[in-house]
């Protein structure tokens, strides 16, 4: 096994305290950057070609230095740049969040939620309009932007309490963290999932409960809301089938439906203008799988910003 794993290319951006190296034919490292050393402007195109890496025991201080970095390239942004590069910002946190070392990214999303609470109270339509922007990232990068966008608008407009509103913000970022373990073509078709691949996709919400439940950090809650955001009240959901379901879970739930029927289109569908959305939403809730007040709480905050 390689003592050594290649960089991504927001690393060779943001991360000075970790050495960087070239591999020789024979695969040991040749050093061309020292720890602490920030390159110079003229070598980062050429390092952006370069097929560059650290060594494995510097994995969890350059993720940690790539989070601080980046949530202070968010807090600059909500501060001084348009919304677009917010949102590639957030982007890349949340891509950090879902591939990089878990318990190493961990610490870095609560300050994450932190620095948006201080961008909305700055800027009222920022979470709106980061919704409204298309992106190029993966489906499952934007649909987690989008669910934390829309779960921190719920919060906001019902006045949730701060500390619920963070805690609803960091599980929105985790809710699919256990899709990291699924195959991505099935994740990213455009097609309606066979028996056998619908079967593989259930098993996510497990799976997530289990990476978190890894680390003993996390609120418990956020491990719920990994397992149960797929749960009716009814007992037609799954993985369990249960119907005892947390408020966290059931809200999740919801905006995890409405995010890709809004913003998504399909090959077997199209995506919806938001009121045809929760058109089929509520026909999910008289069905008794959604709760009813969650749904018309939901509607309210969405009602006025014309979405």
């Given at each position: 096994m390689s003592d050594y794993i290649a960089l991504r290319r927001s690393q060779i951006t943001h991360c000075y305290s970790i050495p960087f190296f070239c591999l020789s034919e024979n695969g040991n490292g040749v050093l061309y950057k020292n720890a602490g050393e920030k390159l110079a402007e003229s070598k980062y195109a050429e390092a952006k070609k370069l097929k560059l890496f650290i060594h494995k025991d510097d994995r969890s201080a350059a993720t940690k230095e790539l989070q601080r970095a980046l949530n202070l390239e968010l807090a600059k942004s909500i501060a001084t740049e348009g919304v677009s590069k917010v949102r590639k910002v957030l982007r890349d946190i949340i891509e950090e969040a879902l591939t990089a070392s878990f318990n190493d990214s961990y610490e870095a999303m609560p300050e994450t939620i932190e620095i948006m609470f201080y961008g909305y109270s700055k800027n009222s339509q920022l979470l709106e309009a980061?919704?409204?922007?298309?992106?190029?990232?993966?489906?499952?990068?934007?649909?987690?932007?989008?669910?934390?966008?829309?779960?921190?608008?719920?919060?906001?407009?019902?006045?949730v309490p701060i500390n619920a509103t963070k805690r609803l913000g960091v599980a929105a970022i985790l809710h699919d963290i256990g899709c990291t373990m699924i195959n991505k073509k099935i994740l990213d078709t455009e097609y309606k999932l066979s028996e056998n691949d619908f079967q593989v996709f259930k098993t996510h919400p497990i799976k997530g409960?289990?990476?978190i439940k890894s680390s003993t950090r996390f609120d418990k809650i956020i491990s719920s809301v990994a397992l149960e955001h797929h749960e009716r009240l009814d007992g037609s959901g799954y993985p369990q089938g249960i119907t005892d379901i947390s408020f966290e879970s059931q809200l999740i739930g919801l905006i995890d439906c409405y995010e890709p029927l809004t913003y998504r289109d399909k090959v077997f569908r199209k995506a919806q203008a938001p009121f045809g959305s929760l058109k089929l939403l509520k026909e999910e809730v008289v069905a008794k799988k959604f709760d009813k007040d969650i749904f018309k709480n939901f509607c309210g905050?969405?009602?006025?910003?014309?979405y």
């Amino acid at each position: 096994m390689s003592d050594y794993i290649a960089l991504r290319r927001s690393q060779i951006t943001h991360c000075y305290s970790i050495p960087f190296f070239c591999l020789s034919e024979n695969g040991n490292g040749v050093l061309y950057k020292n720890a602490g050393e920030k390159l110079a402007e003229s070598k980062y195109a050429e390092a952006k070609k370069l097929k560059l890496f650290i060594h494995k025991d510097d994995r969890s201080a350059a993720t940690k230095e790539l989070q601080r970095a980046l949530n202070l390239e968010l807090a600059k942004s909500i501060a001084t740049e348009g919304v677009s590069k917010v949102r590639k910002v957030l982007r890349d946190i949340i891509e950090e969040a879902l591939t990089a070392s878990f318990n190493d990214s961990y610490e870095a999303m609560p300050e994450t939620i932190e620095i948006m609470f201080y961008g909305y109270s700055k800027n009222s339509q920022l979470l709106e309009a980061l919704i409204k922007i298309s992106s190029n990232s993966s489906i499952s990068i934007e649909h987690t932007i989008n669910v934390l966008a829309l779960t921190m608008i719920y919060c906001f407009g019902n006045d949730v309490p701060i500390n619920a509103t963070k805690r609803l913000g960091v599980a929105a970022i985790l809710h699919d963290i256990g899709c990291t373990m699924i195959n991505k073509k099935i994740l990213d078709t455009e097609y309606k999932l066979s028996e056998n691949d619908f079967q593989v996709f259930k098993t996510h919400p497990i799976k997530g409960h289990d990476i978190i439940k890894s680390s003993t950090r996390f609120d418990k809650i956020i491990s719920s809301v990994a397992l149960e955001h797929h749960e009716r009240l009814d007992g037609s959901g799954y993985p369990q089938g249960i119907t005892d379901i947390s408020f966290e879970s059931q809200l999740i739930g919801l905006i995890d439906c409405y995010e890709p029927l809004t913003y998504r289109d399909k090959v077997f569908r199209k995506a919806q203008a938001p009121f045809g959305s929760l058109k089929l939403l509520k026909e999910e809730v008289v069905a008794k799988k959604f709760d009813k007040d969650i749904f018309k709480n939901f509607c309210g905050c969405l009602a006025s910003r014309n979405y």
